[in-house]
Every structure is written in C-alpha cells, then in structure tokens.
DNA sequence: GGATTTGCCTACCGTCTTCGTAGGGATGCG
DNA sequence: CGCATCCCTACGAAGACGGTAGGCAAATCC
C-alpha cells in the first residue's frame, strides 16, 4: 500500500520542470543533481510522460526538457496514473467486473470506492497549486 | 499501487464472520472452505486482528473466531489499518514529518491528502454497511 | 484421563515486482 | 567533425508478497 518512487519521484520531476522552465527546457542532468536520483532512472521515467503528453523534449545541445501543457492542465493525479500504471486497489478475477464470489463483488466496491476518493482528491491538485504551495488541507480529524 | 490481499482476504474473513457467527463462533477451516482460499494464511490474518481487538476466539472442539464488537464499530478503514500496516503512501526521511528536500516536502503534502482521502472514505464503511450491502456510491464522473 | 478438535506460533521459501544500472544508439548544435 | 543531450533495450540485485510446513497449546467430549 505504498506508492511506487516511480510516482513521487515523476512528481518531483515535473515540478522541478515546472519551477526551472523559465529560460528554455531543463536537462534530466540537472533534475536528478537537483532532486539527488539517478539519471537513468528519470530518463526512463520522462519517457513515459512524454509518451502522456505532459512533456515535450529536444535533444542536442541546449536541449532538454519541457511542460508540454499549461500548470493547470496537469493535475498530479494524471501524473500518478501514467507513472503507477493502473490506480485501481485490486484486480478482478472474473470479466468485466464480474467476480465469482458474491462476498468479494461487495468487498470490492468498497475498494472501489476508496480508491474514487483517492483519485478525486488527487485530480483536484493541480501543478499550478503545486507551484503556488497551497495544498488546502481536507479538514478531518483522527485518521491515522 | 495495489492493496495486499491481506486487506482483501482480511476483510472478506471478517465479513464471513460477520455473517455466520448467529449460533457461535466460526471455524477458519470453514471460511478458508467459503472463500477458497488457505487456511494457514488465514490463520495468520486473523491472529492480527485478535491482536487488534476486533476478533475473539475460542480453542478446542467446537471453537471458533467471532467478532469481538458490535458492526457498526468496525469499519473497512480500521481492518485495513490493522492489516496493511501504515496506510501512509509514502516514508518520510526526516525525523517528525521534516524532509531534507523541499520539493519533496510539498509533494509529500499531496499524498498524505491522497492517503487521508481514502481513509476517510474507508472509515466511513462499517461492517454494518457491508452486512445490509449498502454502499453508497460517491457521485464522481470520470475517474478511471 | 485420553483422544480429538480447534486455535496459536515460528520458521522457511519460491516468485514477482520494484528500483534501479549498463551500455549503446539517435539526433541536433556549433 | 565533435560534443551534448535525449532515447531505447536488456539485465540484475534486493526486498516484499503470498503462501506452506510442522508442531505446540488449550479446550471439549467421551
């Protein structure tokens, strides 16, 4: 029940972008001294959010890489689910949503449901509120 | 990104319980039997939510495992909790809640949003709930 | 009291995912 | 040309996950 570091450390990424963008794209080269990971390992990461669309590259000197859409067009949740592949809590055995125990159809709208509300919490932060460093906190008492 | 089925077998195992304890206590072997699936594991679930408090048992012929409180004082967040270990979605470095990057900090505030989101929505399904198969359904399009 | 039935506990292990690393290619700039 | 940068594939170590094996402890029934 842990996120991958594939999603944090995307996050990071593309927020370094977003923070560092302003003359030009950034290097991965930089990124990863900046955030302290590993090259190789963002690269293959960036890859598949270019692949999203979310960034845009050029290679070469002076190359590097960019925001492809506007701050408030990139909610993390996007990120998260690009990066961690599918947000769903479990998986279902039977097709089309169908299980075979009964028991286990109800559990499973209760995952479900847990991760919708996981989903629409993170889609609901965008870059731009990122940047801006205002995550307004979901005022609730006594859950962990 | 997926929950362990020690939630998801945890869960049903309880559930189980909750459903054909009327005249004493339920025998693992006859939940494995229900749910298909192992009974050793199963042993091994139900000795943390023992632990937990949420399940008493008795020993020797006729035993069995029954629910130590009422539904309603048992909710889906709860088993989970007990089960998954944290639900946090991710480790911080720093002592107390202090990171040594301050991206990662800000981005840190974005999961425990995620993660509080989704335990709000699980405490809010007791076993109650579960038993009547009410689970209401949050009004959200588009999300997955 | 002995046999049986159930829960209780520890140790182990195979498999899969995660988290990277290595090495090289492709492309653009100067 | 020579260099900087992104792009791609393949491989591998470590750990978590999911489960099994074997046996001990207590309660019940006869």
Redesign the interface.
């Known amino acids: 029940?842990?996120?991958?570091t594939r999603?944090?450390y995307g996050?990071?990424m593309i927020?370094?972008m977003a923070?560092h963008s302003q003359n030009g794209p950034v290097r991965i080269k930089d990124i990863a001294a900046r955030?302290?990971v590993s090259v190789k390992y963002l690269e293959k990461l960036v890859r598949e959010l270019k692949a999203a669309g979310f960034v845009k590259s050029r290679r070469g000197p002076r190359g590097g890489h960019e925001l492809a859409l506007p701050l408030e067009a990139i909610s993390?949740g996007a990120i998260v689910r690009v990066l961690?592949?599918?947000?769903?809590?479990?998986?279902c055995d039977g097709p089309d949503g169908a299980c075979i125990?009964s028991?286990?159809c109800?559990?499973r709208?209760?995952?479900m449901?847990?991760?919708?509300?996981?989903?629409?919490?993170?889609?609901a932060?965008t870059l731009a509120d990122?940047v801006r460093?205002d995550?307004k906190?979901?005022p609730?008492g006594e859950?962990?």
Chains 1, 2 share one sequence.
């Not at 029940?1 to 991958?4: A, G, V």
């Not at 961690?84 to 998986?91: A, K, N, P, Q, S």
């Open positions: 029940m842990k996120l991958t999603s944090r996050t990071r927020l370094d923070q955030q302290g993390v961690e592949g599918d947000l769903t809590l479990v998986d125990r028991a286990d109800l559990t709208r209760v995952w449901e847990a991760a919708k509300a996981m989903h629409i919490r993170l889609d932060i990122l460093g995550i906190e979901t609730a859950w962990c």
